[in-house]
């Protein structure tokens, strides 16, 4: 399996200088790291380089005292992380859901513990910092270029990385899926030349169900942005996705409306991007 290198582990110098709940939350990452580097059949080696660096968490904590709750948020957001490139790294059992031609195709996988998920793999042609850019920095203008999506609010930053989100899912044609919205907790790690950005739905007493929607669940879910090889000016993009939509559903028609949204999702980005 590929080698994701995401800073996302304590290193023992920086526990030795955090008390309290900060060396806590700490400790529990890092043995949540362990567990996966001990037990999982993915992707180890990226799992012993991450236990091996410094983490931007523990630089967080030491710089800016958080509150229990928001130490609950960065700790969700690191699990969705740790997940999501967990599925990733088993290459195994991945079946072809749609291939586009253009080369765009989603893969399925069922998981005892998540239910079916599904993974996108696209070439988008255009630099790393531009997709990046769009994807996390502009992500409140979602709503403008992808029909799918509604709306997308920011109701909380905490330090540099993890964010809680509100997510309006516009209705599917002939209103098939009706609206949708999701809570969500995310996380974002650049390393280098790798981009990883997770989330998972949370709980945020600042927003209660909405009426009018269906408040719905995804997680594990991320997106990898890397560089293609050689091909500096394209971008790599990887998404995995994890939703529960809620609602008595056909199984049938949530995985079509699901592949199908991350179909739809590559072709507005790229027109997005080319504007």
């Not at 080698?3 to 990452?29: D, E």
């Not at 905490?158 to 809570?183: L, M, Q, S, W, Y």
Request: proline residues 5%.
């Amino acid at each position: 399996p590929a080698t994701f290198k995401v800073c996302a582990a304590i290193s023992y110098r920086h526990l030795r200088n955090m008390t309290g709940l900060r060396r806590q939350a700490a400790v529990a990452i890092s043995q949540e790291l362990s567990k996966l580097a001990c037990h999982s059949t993915g992707p180890s080696t990226w799992i012993n380089q991450v236990r091996r660096r410094s983490s931007l968490l523990s630089s967080r904590l030491e710089e800016k005292p958080f509150s229990e709750m928001e130490m609950s948020y960065i700790k969700q957001g690191e699990e969705a992380l740790q997940k999501s490139l967990s599925i990733l790294g088993d290459q195994d059992g991945w079946k072809t859901e749609t291939v586009v031609d253009n080369g765009d195709k989603v893969l399925s996988k069922v998981l005892p513990d998540v239910g079916k998920v599904f993974r996108l793999e696209v070439v988008v042609d255009q630099p790393l910092d531009a997709v990046y850019g769009e994807l996390v920095d502009n992500m409140e203008q979602m709503g403008d270029w992808n029909p799918n999506v509604k709306e997308v609010k920011i109701l909380q930053k905490i330090g540099t990385d993890t964010v809680i989100t509100h997510e309006k899912a516009a209705a599917t044609p002939g209103n098939i899926v009706g609206p949708r919205d999701f809570v969500s907790v995310r996380c974002s790690k650049r390393r280098g030349s790798t981009c990883v950005l997770a989330g998972m739905s949370t709980k945020y007493g600042a927003m209660p169900e909405q009426e009018g929607f269906v408040r719905a669940e995804n997680g594990p879910t991320c997106m990898i942005l890397r560089p293609l090889p050689g091909r500096p000016s394209q971008t790599k993009l990887t998404w995995l996705l994890s939703i529960d939509l809620k609602g008595w559903l056909p199984k049938t028609i949530i995985n079509q409306v699901l592949s199908q949204t991350q179909v739809d999702f590559a072709n507005h980005l790229r027109k997005r991007l080319a504007r």
